[in-house]
């Protein structure tokens, strides 16, 4: 029966050790992650590896030679306590693969907020006041209605100006 196992890779060779893995037949699985970074004021979604210099391998426990896994480009070693190699619960596998999108990621975008939820501004003039989500804009704004002298005003703020009540 095949076990899901932790493969150590070298410095940013995630990519590397499983690509020539999957090339000597070995089924692998490097999960992803989508991110929010702020580079230059400018907020852009990158990927990138769930775990970096981590990836998970699909052995068989015996009668399988792993030998060519640490010989193989990008790979350091299997993760071992001393010379026990511990497996991961195919459950954890699972549920990593649960959450997988479209594109194979995981968005970790926690800033994601649903219609008709609770927000506080907490950046700006209107600092502490709250309102409701609407949406977002193309700008990678929010748009909140806030309650203004008993009307309603749409107002779009960046997302770093907002949180959850």
Request: proline letters at 4%.
């Amino acid at each position: 029966m095949k076990k899901w196992y932790v493969v150590h890779c070298k410095p940013q060779q995630d990519v590397r050790a499983e690509q020539h893995l999957r090339n000597q037949g070995f089924e692998v699985f490097r999960p992803l992650v989508k991110l929010q970074r702020l580079y230059a004021d400018t907020l852009r979604q990158i990927v990138e590896s769930m775990f970096p210099r981590y990836l998970f391998i699909h052995l068989a426990h015996s009668g399988e030679n792993w030998s060519s896994i640490r010989s193989t480009r990008g790979v350091a070693d299997l993760v071992r306590w001393g010379t026990h190699v511990p497996s991961v619960p195919n459950t954890v596998i699972n549920e990593i693969q649960r959450r997988l999108d479209k594109d194979n990621c995981i968005d970790l975008d926690t800033k994601k907020f649903r219609t008709g939820e609770r927000l506080r501004i907490t950046a700006g003039p209107f600092t502490g006041y709250e309102g409701i989500f609407d949406g977002t804009s193309s700008e990678k704004r929010v748009i909140i209605l806030l309650e203004i002298m008993q009307h309603t005003q749409r107002l779009k703020l960046p997302e770093q100006a907002v949180e959850r009540v």
